[in-house]
């Protein structure tokens, strides 16, 4: 898969899902680092890196995010039968405040100052 492609998958499941698990994790971690709880909006203006790369933008070097706890869709095919079942695997993932961002643009001209 793409490097685009990754980054507007995990742009698509970040806005579409409608799981609010790890709301409690995101605001209880976003306020620990002095985020105003008001500024905390998940699906709006928290995401993870594939997901602000999608939306033009890239977290800041030395930034940390909140560790979330996502399910990601599979698939099983039984030996015997050939039949294909859905589950659902378990998977740790970082999420990103947008004041922990900046636009792609940035980052670009930022090493293209430091190469000349």
Not at 81 to 89: A, D, I, N, P, S
Request: proline fraction near 3%; glycine fraction near 6%.
């Amino acid at each position: 898969m793409k490097r685009e492609d990754i980054q507007a998958q995990a742009l698509t499941n970040a806005i579409s899902r409608e799981s609010t698990a790890n709301y409690e994790a995101i605001f209880e971690g976003f306020m620990a680092m002095g985020i105003d709880e008001d500024d905390i909006l998940p699906r709006e203006n928290v995401f993870t890196f594939n997901a602000w790369k999608a939306l033009g933008r890239v977290v800041k070097k030395g930034e940390h995010g909140v560790k979330v706890l996502t399910f990601v869709p599979c698939t099983k095919k039984d030996k015997e039968t050939g039949e294909e079942t859905g589950f659902r695997k378990p998977h740790t993932t970082t999420v990103f405040h947008i004041s922990q961002t900046k636009p792609l643009d940035d980052a670009a001209n930022a090493d293209t100052a430091t190469v000349n």
